[in-house]
């Protein structure tokens, strides 16, 4: 999932991009990708700006301008992919509970 936040003159933004891994218990969002994109017009499309990236799945993470612990995470962009997950139960004969 994505979480985006727009600058009010449209030419730049920031994106977070969520992973979740499944266990028997419990559900983990994680962040796995962070970075401020610009443009020079809102006719152009984003470009990830190279040192305000983090990418966990990328190998040259560690020589990127940003590093793990420098990822900013507020509130409303947790919130917000909190609110994405969906949520479901079944009871015992498969019919949806909630």
């Given at each position: 999932?994505e979480v985006e936040r727009l600058s009010e003159d ?20 994680y962040c796995r990708y962070f970075g401020r994109e ?50 479901r139960v079944r009871g015992a004969t498969g019919e949806?509970?909630?």
């Amino acid at each position: 999932m994505e979480v985006e936040r727009l600058s009010e003159d449209k030419l730049s933004r920031e994106v977070w991009r969520f992973g979740v891994d499944y266990y028997p218990s419990y559900i983990t969002l994680y962040c796995r990708y962070f970075g401020r994109e610009t443009r020079p017009s809102p006719r152009h499309k984003f470009k990830p700006d190279p040192a305000r990236r983090w990418d966990s799945y990328d190998p040259r993470r560690y020589w990127s301008g940003l590093k793990e612990e420098d990822v900013p995470l507020p509130a409303d962009v947790v919130d917000e992919a909190l609110k994405s997950v969906v949520i479901r139960v079944r009871g015992a004969t498969g019919e949806l509970v909630r």
